[in-house]
């Protein structure tokens, strides 16, 4: 799987957007993009994916750039409740396990 | 739908002592995945099984380690002698491949282990 690069942590006013980038500069064509999520003391936690469609669902909006070098993860209107560590992970087809770097801790802040 | 079931939440023994971690997937989910989280290693995985079948199993620490499903509906993580080493916070997660050939995988709320 390639590998990713995430900011170490991020700021956000409750209420804004939160935009949050991940780079993954080597995946390959068939690899998806993967974004989970772990509240403090909670099991990680889907949100989205995508090949090279931008894609939304209710949680969130991942947008991939048309050359798939980098993507951002984006929370329309963060609450408190999105303060977490953001996890970006590149998946191939056919590869079941899931490998976690350190991620993006986002700070709602109120 | 009551999610991923882990039990116990919270453990703590004594170095030597056996110890097992639960782990009830969603129904209806073929693979079964047990992840280890700890502050300098973050998390990583351990071993999966698909359909029942322990598929890779090289995150495995040591022969301390070994893991089980007996059946779709149960999994368990044991570890034997228990070393403080190994507190940290065990995660399992169940999925069923999307029609894309990956995974989206759902996480249970982690068992706690401490080992003194």
């Given at each position: 799987d390639a590998k990713t690069t995430q900011p170490t942590s991020m700021d956000c006013a409750e209420g804004r957007a939160a935009n949050l980038p991940c780079n993954h500069?080597?995946?390959?064509?068939?690899e998806y993009v993967y974004w989970y999520r772990q509240i403090h003391s909670q099991g990680p936690q889907y949100i989205i994916h995508g090949l090279k469609n931008n894609e939304t669902n209710e949680m969130a909006s991942l947008i991939i750039t048309e050359d798939r070098k980098s993507s951002t993860l984006i929370l329309p209107h963060a609450t408190l409740r999105d303060t977490a560590v953001y996890y970006c992970i590149a998946v191939k087809p056919g590869r079941r396990a899931l490998t976690f770097g350190s991620g993006t801790r986002l700070q709602v802040q109120p | 739908d009551a999610g991923v079931i882990q039990s116990p939440r919270h453990e703590v023994t004594e170095m030597g002592q056996e110890v097992t971690l639960r782990c009830k997937p969603i129904s209806g989910h073929n693979s079964l995945f047990w992840y280890r989280q700890t502050m300098m290693r973050g998390l990583e995985l351990l071993i999966y099984f698909n359909n029942n079948v322990p598929?890779?199993?090289?995150?495995?620490?040591?022969?301390?380690f070994s893991a089980k499903m007996p059946n779709a509906s149960f999994s368990t993580l044991k570890i034997q002698?228990?070393?403080?080493?190994?507190?940290a916070v065990y995660f399992c997660a169940s999925s069923q491949p999307t029609p894309s050939g990956t995974d989206t995988q759902y996480f249970g709320p982690g068992t706690r282990l401490t080992v003194l």
């Amino acid at each position: 799987d390639a590998k990713t690069t995430q900011p170490t942590s991020m700021d956000c006013a409750e209420g804004r957007a939160a935009n949050l980038p991940c780079n993954h500069s080597t995946i390959s064509g068939n690899e998806y993009v993967y974004w989970y999520r772990q509240i403090h003391s909670q099991g990680p936690q889907y949100i989205i994916h995508g090949l090279k469609n931008n894609e939304t669902n209710e949680m969130a909006s991942l947008i991939i750039t048309e050359d798939r070098k980098s993507s951002t993860l984006i929370l329309p209107h963060a609450t408190l409740r999105d303060t977490a560590v953001y996890y970006c992970i590149a998946v191939k087809p056919g590869r079941r396990a899931l490998t976690f770097g350190s991620g993006t801790r986002l700070q709602v802040q109120p | 739908d009551a999610g991923v079931i882990q039990s116990p939440r919270h453990e703590v023994t004594e170095m030597g002592q056996e110890v097992t971690l639960r782990c009830k997937p969603i129904s209806g989910h073929n693979s079964l995945f047990w992840y280890r989280q700890t502050m300098m290693r973050g998390l990583e995985l351990l071993i999966y099984f698909n359909n029942n079948v322990p598929i890779d199993d090289s995150g495995m620490p040591e022969d301390r380690f070994s893991a089980k499903m007996p059946n779709a509906s149960f999994s368990t993580l044991k570890i034997q002698p228990s070393e403080p080493r190994d507190s940290a916070v065990y995660f399992c997660a169940s999925s069923q491949p999307t029609p894309s050939g990956t995974d989206t995988q759902y996480f249970g709320p982690g068992t706690r282990l401490t080992v003194l």
